[in-house]
């Protein structure tokens, strides 16, 4: 057999190499924050449909896990109520890079979890205890559990802290007052009157005639408030999955907890006196505020509630409304993401 040139018994020797017969011991890049493999919900990509129980029957919510992570571990809690965890999908393009593991969660009546459609259990008391149960069916604990509500999803995540702060590591409180008198107050006398005098009768109008299911409401506020307060981007550039969240909100619970008006909590709304604005110093967990200039919420307020907080800190949102996430993501994140981190790392959460 006539010998192989050396240049291709190299090329021969190199490929059979390639096709190594014991891959295990070969040394892999794969990061870990992405390995779901063995993991009970490796199959269904971090979904698990967590049964909650309640008075009325046991029910499932959705929730989704992203990344792994053993001590920083982030719970979001969704606004509404009956909005959805689409809010937070932008979420997906800053913590991963961060390697911080983050939970999507539908509360119950939310449109990917069960609907009873009970308003027996449309109660700040029972969502406390929807929380508690996701928290115990994860493994969320205090050495690792971060607890971050935006907006209702506030209100939730600081009644949880007021029962429940021994299970947290850290609390986040995005775009909420502690206080719905003062949001409505907030609401109606300055927010109400900047705008365009005519535009803000007519909403008045329609108000007062309780005529809320007039499609002139939906197309003032959409126009003339919510790209102002909400959003603030022409309709035609939301991201697409705030435009979905709105597509799949639930109305039923939404105008019982908090009101057909988007100027306060108003009606009959059961949200509508609620107020822990003498409580905040109750909660000793480090917690990070986050307030937006051009909020539906008061930002002012928020700072103050920061320094009502024993280990308070206070981040506002300069070109941010009520979805900061998404006007103003460098510094909503840049923020979010520091506060996490410098928590984790034990380091002491001081007043400015």
């Given at each position: 057999?006539?010998?192989?040139?050396?240049?291709?018994?190299?090329?021969?020797?190199?490929?059979?190499?390639?096709?190594?017969?014991?891959?295990?011991?070969?040394?892999?890049?794969?990061?870990?924050?992405?390995?779901?493999?063995?993991?009970?919900?490796?199959?269904?990509?971090?979904?698990?449909?967590?049964?909650?129980?309640?008075?009325?029957?046991?029910?499932?919510?959705?929730?989704?896990?992203?990344?792994?992570?053993?001590?920083?571990?982030?719970?979001?809690?969704?606004?509404?109520?009956?909005?959805?965890?689409?809010?937070?999908?932008?979420?997906?393009?800053?913590?991963?890079?961060?390697e911080i593991e983050y939970?999507?969660?539908?509360?119950?009546?939310?449109?990917?979890?069960?609907?009873?459609?009970?308003?027996?259990?449309?109660?700040?008391?029972?969502?406390?205890?929807?929380?508690?149960?996701?928290?115990?069916?994860?493994?969320?604990?205090?050495?690792?559990?971060?607890?971050?509500?935006?907006?209702?999803?506030?209100?939730?995540?600081?009644?949880?802290?007021?029962?429940?702060?021994?299970?947290?590591?850290?609390?986040?409180?995005?775009?909420?007052?502690?206080?719905?008198?003062?949001?409505?107050?907030?609401?109606?006398?300055?927010?109400?009157?900047?705008?365009?005098?005519?535009?803000?009768?007519?909403?008045?109008?329609?108000?007062?005639?309780?005529?809320?299911?007039?499609?002139?409401?939906?197309?003032?506020?959409?126009?003339?408030?919510?790209?102002?307060?909400?959003?603030?981007?022409?309709?035609?550039?939301?991201?697409?999955?705030?435009?979905?969240?709105?597509?799949?909100?639930?109305?039923?619970?939404?105008?019982?907890?908090?009101?057909?008006?988007?100027?306060?909590?108003?009606?009959?709304?059961?949200?509508?006196?609620?107020?822990?604005?003498?409580?905040?110093?109750?909660?000793?967990?480090?917690?990070?505020?986050?307030?937006?200039?051009?909020?539906?919420?008061?930002?002012?307020?928020?700072?103050?509630?920061?320094?009502?907080?024993?280990?308070?800190?206070?981040?506002?949102?300069?070109?941010?409304?009520?979805?900061?996430?998404?006007?103003?993501?460098?510094t909503f994140f840049n923020?979010?993401?520091?506060?996490?981190?410098?928590?984790?790392?034990?380091?002491?959460?001081?007043q400015p």
């Amino acid at each position: 057999m006539k010998a192989l040139p050396l240049l291709a018994f190299l090329l021969l020797l190199l490929a059979g190499c390639g096709e190594s017969t014991n891959p295990t011991n070969a040394p892999s890049n794969k990061n870990s924050y992405f390995d779901y493999s063995g993991a009970a919900d490796q199959l269904t990509g971090g979904i698990t449909m967590v049964p909650i129980e309640t008075p009325k029957g046991t029910f499932k919510v959705y929730t989704k896990r992203m990344g792994n992570n053993t001590t920083m571990r982030v719970l979001l809690l969704h606004g509404g109520p009956g909005i959805t965890h689409e809010q937070f999908l932008c979420f997906d393009g800053y913590f991963p890079n961060e390697e911080i593991e983050y939970i999507y969660y539908d509360q119950l009546d939310s449109h990917y979890s069960d609907k009873p459609n009970d308003s027996t259990l449309w109660t700040i008391e029972h969502y406390v205890e929807e929380v508690e149960q996701v928290r115990k069916a994860l493994g969320l604990n205090q050495d690792n559990f971060y607890l971050f509500g935006q907006s209702w999803g506030g209100i939730l995540a600081m009644e949880y802290a007021l029962k429940y702060q021994q299970n947290l590591k850290g609390l986040i409180v995005s775009n909420m007052m502690s206080s719905a008198p003062a949001y409505s107050k907030y609401a109606s006398e300055v927010l109400g009157p900047k705008m365009q005098p005519e535009i803000y009768q007519e909403i008045m109008a329609i108000e007062a005639a309780e005529d809320f299911t007039n499609p002139r409401y939906g197309e003032l506020l959409m126009n003339h408030y919510y790209t102002e307060h909400i959003l603030r981007m022409p309709l035609r550039d939301w991201p697409e999955p705030v435009t979905r969240m709105f597509n799949h909100l639930s109305s039923g619970v939404y105008v019982y907890m908090q009101g057909h008006s988007e100027f306060g909590m108003t009606g009959n709304a059961t949200l509508k006196n609620w107020d822990i604005s003498d409580q905040l110093k109750i909660i000793t967990v480090p917690t990070l505020v986050i307030g937006a200039t051009h909020d539906t919420m008061d930002p002012k307020h928020m700072e103050w509630m920061a320094g009502e907080f024993p280990k308070g800190q206070f981040l506002l949102c300069e070109n941010g409304s009520h979805l900061s996430q998404y006007d103003d993501p460098k510094t909503f994140f840049n923020g979010l993401i520091q506060f996490v981190k410098e928590v984790d790392r034990g380091k002491e959460i001081k007043q400015p």
